[in-house]
């Protein structure tokens, strides 16, 4: 069965960081593309950041620069350490697993960023 369990949230004043800790269950972590979404507040899900098997990331262009994500795989767990935090990044953060033709979810870490 696979799970994924997100930690790390919490409220942070603006400029602040937090680091996210995403713990894997039921999959071969190393081999697969994973990454984090997030939803504001009345808005749709969107892409933070990913990374892939091999190491390669991306993020969305809202956060370059101020979030990194990484991985360790000898602890299946996927991270995403936030710096220089915006009101704007105030969400809930999603962990995902990208498995052969389907996408894991966690249950979710809210984030609060105040001003």
């Known amino acids: 069965q696979v799970q994924l369990v997100e930690s790390g949230g919490g409220l942070v004043q603006a400029g602040g960081s937090l680091r996210l800790s995403c713990a894997a269950d039921?999959?071969?972590?190393?081999?697969?593309?994973m990454g984090w979404y997030r939803q504001p507040p009345g808005k749709q899900r969107e892409l933070v950041a990913a990374?892939?098997?091999?190491?390669?990331?991306n993020y969305a262009d809202s956060v370059k620069g101020r979030f990194t994500i990484s991985r360790d795989n000898a602890k299946n767990t996927l991270y995403l350490q936030m710096n220089s935090l915006k009101p704007e990044d105030t969400a809930v953060y999603y962990c995902?697993?990208?498995?052969?033709?389907?996408?894991?979810w966690g249950q979710g870490t809210q984030v609060t960023v105040s001003s």
């Open positions: 995902y697993a990208d498995l052969i033709g389907h996408m894991n």
């Open positions: 039921g999959f071969i972590f190393r081999f697969r593309p």
């Open positions: 990374v892939t098997s091999g190491g390669t990331t």
